[in-house]
């Protein structure tokens, strides 16, 4: 048998966790005040500490550190109505075992009281967050607090942490607070959209290059893994890493060596590993297409996104946040947000999640004109085909498909599908890459991956001239 304390000036939170401990055959004592919690403590040790940051008097984050200096590592759990990332944040760092944010359920209480009770001399001490907050996670949605959890805890150490959610769920937003959390915050974060990086230079721009390493190579490039030396790399969209580059990444992350290309002799490296992707890694796994070695380095630690849909709460928040930030990002004046505007976004399926509500909030505010935003001064609903969790290039495929669907059902179209998808592909693809490179046609086709004499005769084909 145990013996809990509980510090809550809630009468109703203090009654069920008083009668949850005593059904869990254990005793129970119950303070209103951190103050009272003490001299409760004095007379019998608690065991383990239920702790509520909003008190009378002393708040409780002051209190969990004054219980710790009187009773050494006792677990403290903390409980609060205000669930804010940087809440949960602090509490972890001064050394709390578990958080949980109102209203919780009883049996996640249960949970977390077994838990610190089975391991009563365990703390955890996280590192002092940075004062340079920049964007912040918002959300008070039972989801998005144990994303918050889950941040403060993961942030404590060096453990590879993967992201999963849909396209615009904020994936990045959650590593650049895992980062700004961590030890590593003075270090540099950087950022890899593995999806964006060109096949035939990704190991360049990964690992870097010496001078003369190929053509073209004129100068040494230091890669962007040597350069989050000191710091984190977030990989997003980690599942689109071509096989072969997979084998050395997983080298770098179990040794702490980067070899660039055309070196002789790694570079050592130290940065912690953020990854994350909307697609089934576990599936990519199996089907082969993504090694299960270097998927177990990567899952140590999985943080799940919940989509916008299943955090409908958050909706307002998040609305008014972007409110907040758009007007003193423009310098404009903020619009108000009317209650029938409001229902309508609360009322929307939200296929692209967060990413869709902030350009359906900036869409609103450019109609509204600093007045109030209403129901006809948002934006369409994005259509679900396109938008659920698709990459860029998903979203081409897409309407690849959709193209090719409608084409065949005419009949009048024969035998040259083929050659007018071309037509309508290859155009502004090679007018693009030639307008980037100023008209050099021999670094256009290294870009592109075709022989100097192939370009020029597709631009000779198409009508369009070198400049």
């Avoid at 609103?364 to 109030?372: E, F, H, K, P, Y």
Wanted: aromatic content about 6%; overall charge negative; hydrophobic content about 45%.
């Amino acid at each position: 048998m145990a013996h809990l304390l509980v510090v809550d000036d809630e009468q109703s939170i203090c009654w069920g966790l008083a009668r949850l401990g005593k059904d869990l055959g254990h005793t129970v004592a119950v303070a209103a005040s951190a103050e009272e919690g003490f001299a409760l403590a004095r007379q019998q040790r608690p065991d383990a500490i239920v702790l509520d940051v909003r008190l009378p008097g002393m708040d409780g984050l002051a209190a969990l550190g004054q219980f710790q200096a009187d009773l050494g590592r006792v677990p403290v759990i903390v409980i609060t109505a205000y669930g804010e990332l940087s809440t949960a944040v602090e509490a972890v760092r001064r050394g709390a075992f578990d958080y949980l944010a109102k209203p919780f359920d009883l049996q996640v209480a249960e949970r977390a009281i077994q838990r610190a009770l089975a391991t009563s001399d365990r703390s955890v001490e996280v590192p002092a967050p940075s004062t340079d907050l920049g964007e912040q996670i918002v959300g008070t949605s039972p989801p998005m607090q144990e994303v918050f959890k889950r941040i403060a805890l993961v942030s404590a150490c060096d453990a590879c942490v993967h992201l999963r959610g849909d396209s615009g769920t904020g994936k990045e937003l959650v590593a650049r607070a895992i980062h700004r959390y961590s030890r590593r915050a003075e270090g540099p974060l950087v950022a890899v959209h593995v999806a964006s990086l060109t096949p035939s230079l990704a190991e360049s721009e990964l690992f870097g290059h010496v001078r003369g390493a190929f053509t073209g190579a004129d100068q040494p490039h230091k890669g962007l893994l040597e350069r989050a030396h000191g710091g984190t790399v977030f990989l997003d969209e980690v599942a689109d890493i071509p096989m072969a580059l997979q084998v050395k990444l997983l080298r770098v992350l179990e040794y702490g060596e980067v070899l660039p290309v055309g070196a002789d002799r790694p570079v050592s490296v130290d940065f912690r590993v953020i990854s994350a992707t909307h697609q089934n890694l576990r599936q990519r796994v199996a089907e082969g297409s993504f090694r299960h070695d270097l998927y177990f380095r990567l899952i140590t630690f999985e943080i799940e996104i919940p989509p916008l849909g299943e955090r409908r709460e958050d909706i307002r928040l998040l609305a008014e946040r972007f409110l907040d930030v758009l007007a003193a990002k423009n310098g404009s004046p903020r619009p108000s947000l009317s209650r029938e505007a409001l229902a309508e976004l609360e009322g929307r399926p939200w296929h692209g999640n967060v990413r869709e509500l902030r350009n359906a909030v900036e869409h609103a505010m450019i109609l509204a004109r600093g007045g109030s935003i209403l129901p006809e001064h948002l934006p369409p609903p994005a259509p679900e085909a396109i938008t659920v969790g698709a990459t860029q290039e998903e979203e081409i495929a897409a309407r690849i498909r959709q193209w090719a669907e409608s084409q065949l059902l005419d009949p009048a179209q024969h035998g040259d599908l083929y050659a007018r998808f071309l037509g309508l592909v290859e155009p502004p693809l090679l007018q693009t890459v030639i307008q980037q490179y100023r008209g050099q046609c021999a670094a256009a086709a290294r870009r592109l991956g075709l022989h100097r004499t192939t370009l020029r005769k597709k631009l000779d084909e198409l009508g369009m001239e070198e400049v």
